[in-house]
């Protein structure tokens, strides 16, 4: 019997198998790639907000930026992530999401070149929600960590991971869970006064929940408002 070799025909065949193969292997991979750093962001994430906690513990409960009395002194993001990293409450590489790449602070004043996340906005009147909120109360409604939004107004927000409805928003919620969520319009809920009554039980009274606070708008003071830069 006479045996034929490898034809062209053969060869083209094999080439076009492979492409098909590599054009559904690589968005998987890219898909697979982007979950795992994803997780690793949540982890990191969640480590900044116990240094948050951490630092607290010291301050009366209050986070970096309040004083003893619950007075925004420094409330810069610039200024807290400083403290933070200053104070050692968690490694510098932490204050960088994995998705990108930025500089690593080693000493001297912070700036965003050195950070990837946005922090509550606490520019605000003593009592406020958001100043409440500044300090460890374990409220699960209450957002004080999360990607920074890197739209602009014609695009809309947008996350490092992704648009809305895509990938999605981590956040960081003041009991210390982190959540992915897929927009950033969300429900919240702020302290609204900390007592105690006769009995010497704390009581705690909130402002009623905001079934769509978007976190990069700022619509009133008892309601989120994440920032990146500034105050």
Known sequence: MKRHGFTLIDLAVVLVLLIVLLCIAIPMLREETRSARAVQSYTMMRGIHQSLIMYGQS????????NRKGVAVKPRVEDRFYMLLDGGFFAADYAISPVEVKTIWTT????SENYSYAMADIDVSKGAGRANEWREMMNRMAPAISDRNTGNEEEGAKSLHGKDGEFGWEVAWNDNHVTMEKEHVLKTKFMKSRRYDERGMLVLEYYDE?????????????????????Q
């Open 108 to 111: 001297g004043e912070v700036s």
């Open 210 to 230: 905001n079934e769509a606070d978007d976190l990069f708008v700022a619509a009133g003071e008892d309601d989120a408002w994440m920032i990146y830069e500034g």
């Open 59 to 66: 301050n009366k409960g209050w986070y970096p930026g309040m």
